[in-house]
């Protein structure tokens, strides 16, 4: 079965902090990976996306995401987290060749301190 | 750039009754969705539509009709309102048929049933 797993559904970190959000994912063909944001009262947006290539990619704002084939795992990462990083992170698998059906996670919420 | 503009923001309807949102974006894009968001759920797709006059089932499509008369616009409609339901609807599009997994959302319609 298709899914998507994002284990932590809160996740509280003090700015300037590192941050690790984590995402696994099932899916039996190629995976394409995306990590979307959505902050308050806003709709999702695409923060980066994973087709093929370099494991690792850059997104917005100094986020990255790492493509580990053997753990089916594409966690999100930020070296120092700021306040207006606090929202709510999805992480999501593309099914082609069903014309851009994604699945999502659960969703991490993400509360940074001051 | 483009924007996504979905009718109305808020949406108070009572048990039984059939409510209408309104999705219109100016990206020019192909294919449009809408998805549910409900706490703890995740996203969810109802609907989504690849061109004009073209209806595709998700996942959730029982208790909902979609109509896509135009390209640049894509309404859903839920046929009975179910009482205590509350969720956010979100319309998305993006470019060609979809298959890149790049959306382009809405910023929501929350429903509320009496």
């Known amino acids: 079965a298709q899914s998507v797993t994002q284990p932590d559904a809160r996740v509280t970190v003090s700015e300037g902090a590192s941050l690790q959000l984590r995402c696994k994912y099932s899916?039996?063909?190629?995976?394409?990976l995306f990590w979307y944001v959505q902050y308050p009262r806003q709709g999702l947006q695409l923060l980066l996306k994973?087709?093929?290539?370099?494991?690792v990619v850059q997104g917005v704002n100094g986020f990255e995401a790492e493509f580990i084939k053997s753990n089916s795992s594409f966690h999100l990462r930020k070296a120092s987290v700021h306040w207006s990083d606090s929202a709510v992170y999805f992480c999501?698998?593309?099914?082609?060749?069903?014309?851009?059906?994604?699945?999502f996670g659960l969703g991490t919420t993400l509360q940074v301190q001051p | 750039g483009g924007i996504i503009t979905q009718t109305p923001k808020f949406l108070i309807g009572q048990e039984g009754q059939k409510l209408t949102l309104k999705c219109q974006q100016n990206?020019?894009?192909?294919?449009m969705y809408w998805y549910r968001q409900d706490s703890g759920k995740g996203l969810r797709l109802i609907y989504y539509?690849?061109?004009?006059?073209?209806?595709q089932k998700g996942d959730l499509s029982e208790g909902y009709d979609a109509s896509r008369e135009k390209k640049s616009s894509f309404s859903l409609t839920v046929t009975s309102a179910q009482k205590n339901e509350m969720a956010v609807f979100l319309c998305?599009?993006?470019?060609?048929?979809?298959?890149?997994?790049?959306?382009?959302f809405g910023e929501g319609s929350k429903l509320t049933v009496l």
């Open positions: 998305a599009s993006s470019p060609g048929t979809g298959d890149t997994g790049q959306l382009y």
């Open positions: 899916y039996s063909g190629t995976p394409y």
């Open positions: 994973y087709y093929s290539g370099d494991p």
């Open positions: 999501a698998v593309l099914i082609t060749g069903n014309t851009g059906k994604l699945i």
């Open positions: 990206f020019n894009h192909d294919t």
């Open positions: 539509s690849i061109t004009e006059n073209d209806l």
